[in-house]
């Protein structure tokens, strides 16, 4: 019994060890299970971790921005999410900021929003630009909110707060992040 209890402990332990080190560096507060999403991205962006990047976009998205990104070459000097994670938007992070840099993330407010809404916000983003596609549309998307975000980065380098406004949809059932955000590196 005391084996166990002991073996139980250390596993702890070690997953808690290992969570804390994926999300280095990041805070994030408030919201609901809409915006647990955007926690989600921006654990994964930390992490330069592609597949858990893609995974809070619908799942169409990953294989056309991979076929864009890897076999067209569009974005030059990226050959996979993780590649744009690591040596664009963490680089960038790194020359803002300083490395090892933190931000903390609030949701201050989540918006309900209907998709023909959404559609006449900033030039229709329901149309992806780069693949010429519809990720979302009023037959595949339940919910839409606008979810706003007081971001502070903090760093050796400078420090910074702002707002920005992210899209979350809601298809089969499941809570995403619009497609539109797919390169927007927070």
């Known amino acids: 019994m005391i084996r166990r209890t002991v073996a139980l402990f250390c596993v702890i332990i070690v997953m808690l060890s290992v969570t804390a080190c994926?999300?280095?560096?990041?805070?994030?507060?408030?919201?609901?299970?809409?915006?647990?999403?955007?926690?989600?991205?921006?654990?994964?962006?930390?992490?330069?971790?592609?597949?858990?990047?893609?995974?809070?976009?619908?799942?169409?998205?990953?294989?056309?921005?991979?076929?864009?990104?890897?076999?067209?070459?569009?974005?030059?000097?990226?050959?996979?999410?993780?590649?744009?994670?690591?040596?664009?938007?963490?680089r960038v992070h790194n020359d803002n900021y300083g490395e090892g840099f933190s931000l903390k993330a609030e949701v201050v407010e989540e918006k309900k929003l209907s998709v023909a809404e959404l559609d006449k916000i900033s030039s229709d983003p329901n149309l992806d630009y780069y693949t010429m596609v519809r990720y979302v549309t009023e037959e595949n998307t339940m919910e839409v909110y606008g979810v706003r975000l007081a971001l502070s980065y903090d760093g050796d380098l400078g420090a910074e707060e702002k707002e920005v406004e992210l899209y979350v949809i809601n298809q089969e059932d499941k809570w995403y992040l619009h497609p539109h955000f797919v390169f927007f590196g927070y």
Do not use: Q
Request: aromatic share 12%; charged share 25%; glycine share 8%.
């Open 22 to 90: 994926s999300s280095e560096g990041l805070e994030f507060k408030g919201g609901s299970e809409k915006s647990a999403v955007i926690e989600t991205a921006l654990n994964a962006v930390f992490a330069a971790d592609g597949d858990a990047y893609y995974s809070t976009f619908p799942p169409k998205v990953k294989e056309d921005y991979d076929a864009l990104c890897v076999v067209e070459g569009t974005f030059a000097g990226c050959s996979s999410m993780e590649d744009y994670l690591k040596n664009t938007v963490m």
